[in-house]
């Protein structure tokens, strides 16, 4: 191994870690092409040639409940893994958004003298401010994907860079609607709503139920409407029954993957709450935006909370501008009512297109070599 070709060890521990690492791997690569990388990921980092020790699918919980549950074995993954990069030495670890996991991976490593680098900060803007005394002592420095970030960091004495975000850089700035709805066989003439419950087993349970529903409900009165709906990976067994549950009738395009195509290709999306809604925004779409989890995970994270937005479009518009139906409030009468109000206002889409088409231009950064450089200058290289 020479001083060119780090070996780094990563962990992401959901499909939107998955996304965001491989991205940051192939930007890596590109610096340096002997790069080695080991760890905790998905099938986009597996084909970016990292290798994977555990499932990732392994840390996908899904509220406190769901974390609670698994407890027990995400706690001896954690212990096997640092154990494992204790012995094994890489150049640095890179914990790829999933705080609760890679937290308390990276203050032991830090403590034992490796580097740590933490990309995504946590939203502690938003909830669990106290944290940062955590992240103090865990990272060397906190690659942010949002340009209000740093600043927060740099008060409490920790190293961060603004690197903006790397679906701002993958998502192009003029939507291709018209390729992407002919690589579906949709007709330009079609009103598309796409139907994204999330990529965690718990998520989609919660969520997936509800969309369908207000599905149904939004078909009743415009019958010629047609549904896409991206099924993420190892989730499609769970889908498929409650289709025929919740939607026996409706006809659902289900699309193995490519999220990025059903957003590009509708004129509108219902939502999961996450890095999806990001993605949503960057493709210019309009949303509604609806989160459902167990009870009890709903009330702590509330009891938490400091803003009145949960969505990333809301909290980086600092503003309600897309709809927001959380818990009780995401019914299918009310999710359906919030997708009509959308198709029926053609003026209100292109406003909010124009409000993602700034936002776009913020986090197009050039993320790959913003972090790249931090990284190398973490690594001293």
């Not at 970030?149 to 609607?177: F, K, N, S």
């Not at 809604?277 to 609806?290: D, S």
């Not at 206002?345 to 409000?355: K, L, S």
Request: contains cysteine.
């Amino acid at each position: 191994m020479t001083m060119a070709d780090p070996r780094l060890a990563l962990v992401a521990g959901e499909t939107s870690g998955d996304l965001l690492a491989s991205l940051l791997l192939g930007a890596l690569r590109e610096r340096w092409p002997a790069l080695s990388a080991q760890g905790i990921g998905g099938p986009k980092m597996i084909a970016q040639g990292f290798e994977s020790w555990w499932l990732q699918d392994k840390l996908a919980v899904f509220g406190y409940v769901d974390a609670l549950r698994h407890y027990r074995e995400i706690a001896g993954i954690r212990r096997e893994l640092g154990d494992r990069l204790l012995h094994e030495r890489p150049d640095a670890f890179i914990g790829v958004d999933a705080p609760d996991f890679n937290l308390g991976l990276e203050a032991r490593l830090k403590a034992a003298g490796l580097r740590s680098i933490h990309f995504v900060s946590p939203s502690i803007w938003a909830w669990r401010g106290g944290r940062i005394d955590k992240i103090r002592s865990a990272v060397d420095h906190v690659l942010c994907l949002f340009p209000f970030e740093p600043e927060i960091y740099q008060r409490a004495g920790i190293a961060a860079t603004y690197v903006g975000h790397p679906l701002a850089d993958a998502i192009p700035l003029e939507v291709p609607r018209a390729a992407a709805r002919a690589k579906l066989g949709l007709a330009e003439a079609d009103e598309v709503v796409a139907l994204l419950p999330g990529s965690r087993r718990g998520e989609v349970t919660h969520i997936a139920p509800r969309l369908l529903a207000a599905a149904v409900e939004l078909r009743r009165t415009r019958p010629h409407t047609r549904f896409l709906l991206p099924v993420a990976p190892g989730v499609r067994a769970l889908l498929e029954p409650m289709l025929a549950l919740h939607a026996p009738d409706l006809s659902v395009q289900l699309l193995d993957g490519q999220s990025h195509d059903a957003l590009a290709a509708c004129d509108l999306t219902l939502i999961a709450s996450g890095t999806a809604t990001l993605e949503a925004a960057l493709f210019k779409r309009p949303m509604v935006i609806v989160y459902h989890l167990h009870w009890l995970s709903h009330l702590i994270m509330r009891r938490m909370a400091y803003l009145p937005w949960v969505g990333l479009p809301n909290i980086l518009a600092r503003e309600f501008i897309v709809p927001e139906l959380i818990q009780d409030a995401a019914t299918p009468v009310a999710i359906a009512s919030a997708a009509r109000a959308w198709l029926d206002d053609a003026n209100r889409c292109a406003r909010v297109a124009e409000r993602f088409s700034e936002l776009h231009h913020l986090l197009r950064q050039g993320t790959a070599r913003r972090a790249t450089d931090a990284i190398a200058q973490v690594l001293g290289r």
